[in-house]
Nanobody
Framework: QVQLVESGGGLVQAGGSLRLSCAASGRTFSRYGMGWFRQAPGREREFVAAITWSGGSAYYADSVKGRFTISRDNAKNTVYLQMNSLKPEDTAVYYC????????????????????????WGQGTQVTVSS
């Protein structure tokens, strides 16, 4: 059983920054890719960013490319999402998730964006960006 706990959300003005953290339980964290997704009211959950198990590659949705950075610290069992130049349309609940397959290393963003590739999800953290 894996538990994922997000933190770092809050209220920020447009143009501001936030850093989300996702702390994972378990001893095999370093062998799995991790993703960040978000869901705004009335909308489907959408892909934001993902990182491979080693941290060697990262993938981003076009809407956040150049503004958000995903990273991980395997020694701390934690994955981060640094969000800069925030916009009101970034307002959503942000979720982290763990991939189903160990050492999964697809090279296409398309695969990382599919929710069915993930088996554990956190409870989410609210990010609100005011204009």
């Amino acid at each position: 059983q894996v538990q994922l706990v997000e933190s770092g959300g809050g209220l920020v003005q447009a143009g501001g920054s936030l850093r989300l953290s996702c702390a994972a339980s378990g001893r095999t964290f370093s062998r799995y890719g991790m993703g960040w997704f978000r869901q705004a009211p009335g909308r489907e959950r959408e892909f934001v960013a993902a990182i491979t198990w080693s941290g060697g590659s990262a993938y981003y949705a076009d809407s956040v490319k150049g503004r958000f950075t995903i990273s991980r610290d395997n020694a701390k069992n934690t994955v981060y999402l640094q969000m800069n130049s925030l916009k009101p349309e970034d307002t959503a609940v942000y979720y982290c998730a763990k991939t189903k397959i160990m050492m999964w290393d697809y090279r296409e963003t398309y695969y990382w964006a599919r929710t069915r590739e993930y088996d554990y999800w956190g409870q989410g953290t609210q990010v609100t960006v005011s204009s």
